[in-house]
């Protein structure tokens, strides 16, 4: 194909070509286009396929410049890159199209390209772990966890909200400006039955002061003001106007710790079973745990070793990953993300960071893996499709497909590959406890 190309470096990993495919053969591609829509097309008058060449060409103009520009744009692309010997991460995007008939086609394709950079000294990486609670401390904690699980909510009578209760109530909010007035554009709150732990962290300061001394039945109307850095998006900066009534006042009853206790949380004989049972599970979540600290130390040790820069395109399909378990994190709490008014832009810009981190560790790591000439055998590839079909439910045989697919089944071998390189990370650094 007669075409002319020049390639300009952005950046280390951001890339551009210029590309120009001769007018020639534009045309030629748009007549033998056009000649299959000549066959393929009925026009009003003639037989299909017996309709003069140049009504067809005319009547079908803007198919078949598009049927040319799909065609020709990838071949030449490719073409070019192939020459070229040019790799790109992923496919490019298209600017300046430039096509007119009778002349060449022109347009601009940006990619990206993996990146080039010296491995650092990645033997003997020191790290340091961080000082875990004694399995004491470690112990008490989940016992104090079991006791809340386990609390009841009693109903208080005669008595007026104090702090640690927790409030049945209906509420009313509205948006106001700070002379009071309703504003415009922002949905009302409206709940009933909300239950509110008065002075908890999930309630805001200023809405405890205003429940504190209620009774049940009593209604009350007062605003709140809340900071410009409010959690909740929809309350950030704003002034609402709340009228809530007191249906219960509430108090918590949490379990004593002794032997009725063990037996109802889980049919052990008495408290000392249940804290042998729960020390045992407190050790392998401990072992497991600093495992995986020392590894996340290891590969974070290698990552400040070296920064170069990484494709930005990568870094978005990581970010996508995190958000969208972010969100089904949400779900799984019983969050409604669509009334929740999460900031959106604001977590996906303190995700990025830590997404940069994750695709520069996945350069740094497969490069290890070449120098050190690392393999996976058929068995290995096996006993991992095994093991992730054991923790599915989705069954051995689905998951077997699954990695079949060509594409799959190297991104496992890949991340194979990558658990050998920390292993081996681990096995020749330094850890400091």
């Known amino acids: 194909m007669d075409i002319q190309s020049v390639f300009e470096d952005i950046s280390e990993v951001k890339k551009k070509l210029s590309i120009e495919v001769s007018a020639q053969v534009v045309s030629e591609e748009h007549n033998r286009i056009a000649q299959e829509f000549r066959k393929q097309v ?40 192939r020459d070229k010997d040019i790799k790109p991460v992923r496919s490019p995007s298209i ?85 009071g007035l309703p504003l415009v554009g922002f949905d009302p709150i409206d709940d009933e039955n909300v239950v509110l732990e008065v002075g908890g962290d999930q309630t805001y300061e200023a809405f405890t002061r205003a429940l504190l001394g209620l009774n049940s039945g009593d209604e009350k109307v007062f605003q709140v003001s809340y900071p ?41 004989e008495n408290l000392k079973e249940l804290k042998e049972n729960l020390q045992e599970e407190i050790l392998r ?52 993300i669509a009334k929740a008014g999460v900031d959106w832009p604001k977590i996906r810009s303190e995700f990025h960071p830590s997404a940069q981190k994750e695709v520069r560790a996945h350069f740094l790591l497969k490069e290890i893996s070449r120098q050190e000439e690392i393999e996976i055998s058929d068995s290995e590839i096996d006993e991992e499709i095994e093991k ?30 990558q658990k050998k390189v920390i292993d081996l990370l681990v096995e020749k650094g330094i850890v400091e406890e």
């Open 42 to 81: 009925s026009v009003p008058g003639f037989r299909k396929g017996r309709a003069p060449f140049e009504l067809v060409k005319k009547r079908f103009e803007k198919d078949i410049r598009e049927e040319v520009t799909k065609r020709l744009i990838p071949e030449s692309y490719h073409e070019v890159i």
């Open 95 to 179: 600017e300046e199209l430039d096509f007119q008939e009778g002349k060449p086609l022109k347009y601009v394709a940006k990619f990206e390209v993996q990146p080039v950079f010296e491995v650092p000294n990645y033997k003997g990486l020191r790290v340091r772990l961080d000082i875990p609670q004694s399995p004491e401390e470690l112990l008490e904690k989940r016992l104090r966890a079991l006791r809340e699980q386990h609390s009841t909510l009693t109903t208080i009578d005669n008595r007026a909200i104090d702090l640690g209760d927790y409030a049945v109530i209906d509420l009313h909010g509205r948006f106001v400006s700070e002379e």
């Open 228 to 268: 410009s850095d409010y959690p909740e998006q929809k309350l950030a900066g704003q002034r609402v106007k709340f009228s809530v009534r007191v249906h219960q006042i509430k108090d918590k009853q949490v379990p004593a710790l002794d032997d009725e206790f063990a037996k109802d949380v889980g049919n052990f």
């Open 285 to 336: 979540y401990a072992e497991t745990a600093k495992k995986d600290e020392i590894r996340n130390k290891i590969v974070e040790a290698l990552i400040n070793l070296r920064s170069f820069e990484v494709p930005e395109i990568l870094v978005e399909e990581v970010l996508n990953n995190k958000l969208r378990d972010f969100a089904f994190k949400l779900v799984s709490q019983g969050v409604d």
């Open 388 to 417: 992730v079909a054991r923790s599915s439910d989705q069954g051995p045989h689905k998951i077997k497909k699954h990695f079949a697919q060509k594409n799959r089944r190297l991104e496992l071998i890949e991340s194979l590959k």
